[in-house]
């Protein structure tokens, strides 16, 4: 049963970092593309950032230069770095693989960005 669950989601100052954390079970963790994406309400799910099983990495423009996603194989967990934080980085962030036609979806973490 494959499992996907974030973790390390907070309230953060602008300016500040936070580290999300998805840990994953049930399925070849290695060899899938896993992928970061927020929303928030009234708004359509957007995509934050995604690797590959090879660790080559892809950003949305507007987070480029400030968050980092990473990946550990051993620990079968995908990493989200996020510095220079924004206000309008409020969000649920999910954390998402597919495999074949499937999505599998974390349940959120939710951010805050604020003074």
């Known amino acids: 049963q494959v499992q996907v669950v974030e973790s390390g989601g907070g309230l953060v100052q602008p300016g500040g970092s936070l580290r999300l954390s998805c840990a994953t079970s049930g399925f070849v963790f290695s060899i899938y593309h896993m992928g970061w994406y927020r929303q928030t309400p009234g708004k359509q799910r957007e995509l934050v950032a995604t690797i590959t099983g090879g660790g080559t990495t892809n950003y949305a423009d507007s987070v480029k230069g400030r968050f980092t996603i990473s990946r550990d194989n051993a620990k079968r967990t995908v990493y989200l770095q996020m510095d220079s934080l924004k206000p309008e980085d409020t969000a649920v962030y999910y954390c998402?693989?597919?495999?074949?036609?499937?999505?599998?979806w974390g349940q959120g973490t939710q951010v805050t960005v604020s003074s």
């Open positions: 998402k693989t597919q495999i074949g036609a499937t999505d599998y």
